[in-house]
């Protein structure tokens, strides 16, 4: 994997470093991750990385579009690999476990708005809220 997350960031135009094949192993391994868990995660393998590193590295692959960035409301931003597919995101309201779902309705954009007002949509970001099933069980239980 190592070798395609090379060749990514190739073709993005951007210097392959140790830090951000971190950083990229670690979005692979751990989806929707905030930065704080980025941080911990590439400093188990590069245990001098700087906390500014991680950042810049997590801006660099976003901007390059090789790492998409999540901001649900009220919570700290995500990372994932996963871009370029227009999906969706199912959030617990309880534990703040954040899964991934496809577009709603067909092709991106998703969904059609009511009324575009002449803007020329190329992409939805729809965030579902609710409880998971493993928080839903707890209170079921209690």
Request: charged share 25%; glycine share 6%; hydrophobic share 40%.
């Amino acid at each position: 994997m190592a070798s395609d997350f090379e060749a990514q960031l190739r073709a993005a135009s951007l210097r392959v470093t140790r830090p951000r094949l971190a950083v990229l192993g670690a979005l692979r391994d751990h989806a929707h991750v905030d930065t704080d868990t980025v941080i911990s995660l590439v400093r188990a393998e590069l245990p001098r990385v700087s906390h500014q590193a991680v950042y810049d590295v997590l801006r660099a692959l976003t901007t390059a579009g090789l790492v998409r960035r999540i901001e649900p409301a009220g919570a700290a931003a995500r990372y994932e690999l996963r871009v370029g597919d227009n999906h969706h995101h199912l959030v617990c309201r309880s534990c703040g476990m954040i899964a991934d779902v496809d577009c709603a309705v067909g092709e991106a954009p998703c969904l059609t708005a009511s009324d575009d007002q002449g803007f020329v949509i190329d992409e939805a970001e729809v965030v579902y809220w609710g409880t998971c099933p493993d928080c839903t069980n707890q209170r079921i239980a209690h």
